[in-house]
């Protein structure tokens, strides 16, 4: 939210430097992310550690100018020359502003015009380049007059983007007054937390900084009273859902004429970040972002019309199915059941709270005027704008909780605005309908409530001092060990029993001020730490997946039934469901990793010719009885694309596959330890037939692997390349990896290197063949690995040929062509007694 310093100032005197006050915001919990200098000088080093943009206007540059003559120029229509009064003397300069344009030839100008203007050698921003670029203002000669000087836009002068015309100031104006002085300010950029919600608004800031410094918080005057003729009878309001708005509240007007707001209305709203409309409309916004309430502002007559003429029902609902409102953007609305919505007999009139409709606005004819101000359930309000899509300042305000009492204190102080801007008379009173009253807690708290969560002493007397700040009603009780404290009529934060005391401590703490609280050492041991085995186990998996050159992604935990069903053919069985999701895409809870890593690699498939992803994280699944669900680690891996990588010297263009993936989870398993893997055909619905297989660690299924079924490949953008996905149990996983292994030395003596060739029935896997020769190979066997597969006639029906290539290494002496002969001969034999195989000769 954007706080302007001159709007601060209207309720708290504050003469702090901008960096100290920006200090005194923090710590208050309203953290400054940037302060925009319009005018005002900032701090004279960058040690105070906040972001300063914009620019500072120097006194003996910027000062306000009295423009006393206008006339044409000679040769040029579209340039004036103005005889203008700067406080030290009259000059002649030259400006193209349009908006002087009216006052050409008319002479001596009685009122003058006061402008803002710039002498030579000032810093200031190019009125005619895009963006906000500094340039210094020079002496130079345009169309034969020599000019050094020159009347601002906004633009020009960092206020805001228009720079079609020059600044034109009230009549009363002071000429020669540094600019800076007059018009200059200071916005800070605040973020406000979800804690600090009540401090959207001007006065919300000011009651916190006035509380941070100990001083008195301003009231405003209102300077119209109402008059003339009450509003009784003039409107009735009817409430159908108190729980979802408990107060509807209106004021009348009379007699308006909409127009221009005042200068300073504008430059303000502009600084706070709204665009000024018209009286009427910027008295609502003005005062919504002052107090925090929003305002909305009925044409009377039209819903008089609507009425038939006869005094308007207000009624506040929930729309009908398949109601729609044409907002004050021009877009209709597709409402459902769930929104309330601010309507009279005839139909909807509003989206409550949130944006009002088309056919009721404030047009430049209105002159009489309905005033809503009401509270909205802030749930509803921040469901129905999150399914709209429709973000307004009310509705960012709404959904976050306004107190029903701010209702008629925002509905009073607008009626004066508008009558002070736009004439009219305020009809005396409200009609008012608070269906649901909310009463503010009391809490009770002592000192040793303050010590035990704070740690320190504050005497109660001094609890006392600091929340009366915060207009807090404090009355001590038993004697003064007791502090009774009654929440002010405008926080919603306050709880109460044991989070109101929390609550009310931490107030305490916040104006104590955290910087104020002793460094102290633990009184308590600390407490033993547990490793937490399966963290460890997943980092070093991270770690053994990067070196393997693959890479992490994080994907959202939220996802939908039909996005599951995409990839998996069929949704869950069951899933858990969250009660307010932020769209539909992200409705539950994901049952499958590999559902996201489908997604990522559909986005990403074109942007890169080799993809290697990985993702470690939680699957939940329900479980009848009980309430949360089982959250299953799991790591998903996919792979795609080109096998090797585009090189000077490498120009093999195929594409990764399914022994691709196998090698690296192989890879992987064996960096950890894992016992005992071995991998078997294995039906999965979205993977391919043939090209699937099971992952076991003796007898414990693990997960699997497979390239991704054609059926289901229809259902993505994808290219050619065969999609490899993989989906592992780190439940099952963890306790398998062996933490503590032997290691063994490199042996010093040469290894035989030797191939063999048994054939063995069509049935027999490969997997199995490789087991059994290393088991017979016993310790002298250093590795075993297939390399060829042959099936021809010679070999008979229903038979393959299986090669493997054996080395031979003893970590004690040389082995001799006898002792392979002997290992070799063990290992035939084994074969042909387990698995029938026979020597290929």
Same mark, same amino acid.
């Given at each position: 939210m954007n706080i302007p310093l001159s709007w601060l100032k209207d309720f708290v005197d504050v003469n702090l430097p901008l960096e100290e006050l920006a200090r005194v915001m923090t710590m208050a919990g309203l953290e400054v992310d940037e302060v925009e200098l319009r005018g005002l000088a900032g701090p004279e080093n960058d040690r105070h550690g906040f972001k300063f943009t914009g620019l500072s206007w120097p006194a003996d540059k910027f000062v306000v100018a009295e423009i006393l003559e206008v006339v044409q /120029?000679?040769?040029? #229509?579209?340039?004036?020359?103005?005889?203008?009064?700067?406080?030290?003397?009259?000059?002649?300069?030259?400006?193209?502003?349009?908006?002087?344009?009216?006052?050409?030839?008319?002479?001596?100008?009685?009122?003058?015009?006061?402008?803002?203007?710039?002498? +030579?050698?000032?810093?200031?921003? #190019?009125? /005619? &380049?895009?963006?906000?670029?500094?340039?210094?203002? &020079?002496?130079?000669?345009?169309?034969?007059?020599?000019?050094?000087?020159?009347?601002?836009? +906004?633009?020009?002068?960092?206020?805001?983007?228009? /720079?079609?015309?020059?600044?034109?100031?009230?009549?009363?104006?002071?000429?020669?007054?540094?600019?800076?002085?007059?018009?200059? @300010?200071?916005?800070?950029?605040?973020?406000?937390?979800?804690?600090?919600?009540?401090?959207?608004?001007?006065?919300?800031?000011?009651?916190?900084?006035?509380?941070?410094?100990?001083?008195?918080?301003?009231?405003?005057?209102?300077?119209?009273? $109402?008059?003339?003729?009450?509003? #009784?009878?003039?409107?009735?309001?009817?409430?159908?859902?108190? +729980?979802?708005?408990?107060?509807?509240?209106?004021?009348?007007? *009379?007699?308006?004429?909409?127009?221009?707001?005042?200068?300073?209305?504008?430059?303000?709203? %502009?600084?706070?970040?709204?665009?000024?409309?018209?009286?009427?409309?910027?008295?609502?916004?003005?005062?919504?972002?002052?107090?925090g309430q929003p305002l909305h502002a009925f044409d009377y007559d039209t819903l008089l019309k609507r009425a038939g003429n006869q005094p308007p029902t207000i009624i506040t609902r929930q729309a009908y199915p398949g109601e729609k409102l044409v907002t004050l953007d021009n877009i209709e609305r597709d409402l459902d059941e769930n929104m309330m919505l601010v309507t009279d007999q005839t139909g909807s009139l509003s989206i409550a709270g949130i944006m009002g409709g088309l056919e009721s606005e404030i047009i430049p004819s209105t002159t009489n005027v309905l005033?809503?101000?009401?509270?909205?359930?802030?749930?509803?309000?921040? &469901?129905?704008?999150?399914?709209? %899509?429709?973000?307004?300042?009310?509705?960012?305000?709404?959904?976050?909780?306004? /107190?029903?009492?701010?209702?008629?204190?925002?509905? *009073?102080?607008?009626?004066?605005?508008?009558?002070?801007?736009?004439?009219?008379?305020?009809? $005396?009173?409200?009609? #008012?309908?608070?269906?649901?009253?909310?009463?503010?807690?009391?809490? %009770?708290?002592?000192?040793?409530?303050?010590?035990?969560?704070?740690?320190?002493?504050?005497?109660?007397?001094?609890?006392?001092?600091?929340?009366? %700040?915060? *207009?807090?009603?404090?009355?001590?009780?038993?004697n003064g060990n007791v502090l009774r404290i009654q929440t002010p009529p405008h926080r919603l934060d306050i709880g109460e029993e044991v989070i109101g005391r929390a609550d009310i401590i931490e107030e305490i703490a916040r104006l104590y001020g955290?910087?104020?609280?002793?460094?102290?050492?633990?009184?308590?041991?600390?407490?033993?730490?547990?490793?937490?085995n399966m963290i460890s186990f997943e980092e070093k998996l991270r770690d053994m997946l990067v070196s393997l050159g693959l890479n992490e992604i994080i994907t959202y935990r939220l996802t939908s039934p039909e996005r599951e069903e995409r990839l998996l053919g069929k949704p869950a069985p069951a899933y858990i469901r969250l009660a307010n999701p932020i769209s539909p895409e992200r409705s539950v809870m994901r049952s499958n990793l590999n559902v996201g890593m489908m997604e990522i690699i559909e986005r990403n498939i074109r942007l890169n010719d080799r993809i290697e992803f990985f993702e470690i994280g939680p699957v939940f699944l329900p479980v009848e009885g009980q309430i949360l669900p089982n959250e299953e680690p799991h790591l998903s891996i996919g792979i795609t694309g080109k096998r090797y990588s585009e090189c000077w010297d490498t120009h093999n263009k195929s594409c990764m596959d399914y022994f691709d993936l196998k090698g690296i989870i192989e890879a992987a398993l064996e960096g950890l330890h894992v016992p005992n893997i071995s991998f078997k055909p294995y039906d999965c619905d979205y993977l391919h037939p043939g090209k699937c297989a099971s992952i076991y660690s003796g007898d414990v299924f693990l997960g699997m692997l497979g390239e991704l079924h054609p059926a289901v490949r229809q259902k993505y953008d994808l290219l050619a390349a065969p999609i490899l996905l993989l989906d592992l149990n780190l439940d099952k996983l963890e306790p398998l990896a062996e933490r503590i292994y032997k290691v063994q030395s490199i042996s010093p003596f040469p290894s035989i290197i030797e191939d063999i060739a048994v054939v063995v029935d069509e049935t027999v896997a490969a997997d199995e063949v490789l087991t059994v020769i290393k088991q017979a190979g016993? &310790?002298?066997?250093?590795?075993? +690995?297939?390399? @060829?597969?042959?099936?021809?006639?010679?070999?008979?029906?229903?038979?393959?040929?299986?090669?493997?290539n054996l080395v031979y290494q003893s970590p004690e002496k040389t082995l001799t062509d006898k002792d392979a002969s002997a290992i070799r001969s063990k290992i035939i034999k084994r074969l042909e007694q387990v698995l029938n195989a026979k020597l290929r000769s």
């Open positions: /120029h000679p040769d040029a #229509d579209r340039l004036v020359l103005c005889q203008l009064n700067d406080g030290t003397e009259e000059r002649t300069i030259l400006t193209g502003a349009p908006n002087l344009f009216p006052f050409i030839g008319k002479g001596r100008l009685n009122p003058s015009v006061k402008v803002a203007y710039v002498r +030579e050698g000032a810093i200031l921003y #190019d009125g /005619h &380049k895009p963006g906000f670029e500094l340039t210094k203002l &020079k002496k130079t000669k345009i169309r034969g007059f020599e000019t050094n000087s020159m009347v601002c836009s +906004e633009k020009e002068l960092g206020i805001s983007e228009e /720079h079609e015309g020059i600044i034109i100031f009230e009549e009363d104006a002071p000429v020669g007054v540094p600019l800076a002085d007059y018009i200059g @300010d200071a916005v800070f950029v605040i973020d406000i937390l979800p804690n600090m919600a009540r401090n959207a608004c001007i006065k919300g800031v000011a009651r916190e900084v006035a509380a941070q410094l100990n001083l008195p918080l301003k009231k405003r005057q209102l300077q119209v009273k $109402p008059e003339g003729k009450p509003i #009784d009878g003039m409107c009735s309001i009817i409430i159908k859902e108190p +729980e979802l708005n408990n107060r509807f509240m209106v004021g009348y007007l *009379e007699g308006i004429k909409s127009q221009p707001s005042p200068a300073w209305v504008q430059r303000r709203l %502009r600084a706070a970040g709204m665009r000024p409309i018209n009286s009427i409309v910027d008295a609502t916004n003005y005062v919504m972002l002052e107090t005033l809503e101000s009401a509270v909205w359930n802030f749930i509803n309000i921040r &469901k129905t704008a999150s399914k709209l %899509r429709l973000n307004s300042e009310a509705g960012y305000r709404n959904s976050r909780g306004v /107190h029903p009492a701010i209702a008629e204190e925002a509905c *009073e102080q607008c009626l004066s605005l508008m009558a002070e801007w736009s004439g009219g008379r305020i009809a $005396p009173g409200f009609i #008012d309908n608070y269906a649901k009253k909310v009463t503010d807690p009391v809490n %009770r708290i002592t000192v040793e409530d303050i010590r035990r969560i704070l740690g320190i002493e504050i005497p109660l007397t001094k609890a006392v001092e600091l929340l009366q %700040r915060l *207009e807090f009603g404090c009355t001590l009780e038993d955290y910087d104020n609280f002793p460094a102290t050492r633990m009184s308590d041991e600390l407490p033993p730490a547990y490793a937490n016993g &310790k002298m066997l250093k590795s075993a +690995e297939l390399f @060829d597969i042959f099936r021809g006639a010679q070999l008979g029906a229903g038979k393959k040929s299986l090669a493997y």
